[in-house]
């Protein structure tokens, strides 16, 4: 079965600080891979998307990450964090031609002013 | 654009009852996919709905049922409902190609069973 590790629980960083957040996945076949975030108090969003092509994807407010096929790897990354970011993120992975979501644990973050 | 809509936001029910929550999912997307978020197991899949065929089915026992409509509105019922099945319900939509595409999600259904 497909799982998706997410190495940090809770990640405390003050504003203007560099972001790596980890996520590996279990699964040999072809993948879409997905980071989602959850503001306080708001429904979950789509902050990037792999499907296929450049392995350095561009999401939303700065963050991108990173597919590693060989270490089955989908890293979260963003160059300067802002109290805005303040958020849970969650890594997923889908089985490409299936609608089912496999989400990772979550990465609670927190950045101070 | 409508996003995704779910009813009710929140409900309170006792053991052994039963409960049915609703999502509208984005106009034009045909498929529905449902999935409980607890602190202690995460984010995980229940099922899914596409053209009111169930398509794909997560690991929960046959109390959690769905179905979806000819207007792609969906439902999800739990019946004889546990303490372990408080938890937040989250619907999301998507176009339902079959080639991964993005599921945009509905703001949840926090269900708490006393």
């Known amino acids: 079965a497909q799982s998706v590790s997410q190495h940090n629980h809770h990640v405390i960083l003050s504003e203007a600080a560099s972001l790596e957040l980890g996520c590996n996945y279990s699964?040999?076949?072809?993948?879409?891979l997905f980071w989602y975030v959850q503001y306080p108090g708001q429904h979950l969003q789509l902050l990037l998307k792999y499907f296929s092509g450049d392995p350095l994807v561009k999401g939303i407010k700065g963050f991108e990450a990173e597919f590693i096929k060989s270490k089955f790897s989908f890293n979260l990354r963003k160059p300067s964090v802002q109290w805005s970011d303040t958020a849970e993120y969650f890594c997923?992975?889908?089985?490409?031609?299936?609608?089912?979501?496999?989400f990772g644990t979550g990465t609670r973050l927190l950045v101070s002013p | 654009k409508a996003g995704v809509t779910q009813t009710p936001r929140y409900l309170i029910k006792t053991r052994g009852q039963q409960v049915t929550l609703s999502c509208s999912p984005i106009?034009?997307?045909?498929?529905v996919s449902w999935y409980q978020q607890t602190p202690g197991q995460g984010l995980q899949f229940l099922f899914e709905?596409?053209?009111?065929?169930?398509?794909n089915k997560g690991n929960f026992p046959g109390r959690f049922s769905g179905r979806q409509f000819s207007n792609s509105r969906s439902e999800m019922n739990v019946s004889t409902l546990e303490l372990g099945d408080s938890a937040l319900y989250l619907c999301a939509s998507s176009m339902g190609t079959g080639s991964g595409d993005e599921q945009f999600f509905g703001p949840g259904t926090r269900l708490t069973v006393l």
């Open positions: 709905y596409f053209s009111e065929t169930q398509r």
């Open positions: 997923a992975v889908m089985n490409t031609g299936f609608q089912k979501l496999v």
């Open positions: 699964y040999g076949g072809t993948v879409n």
């Open positions: 106009s034009g997307h045909r498929s």
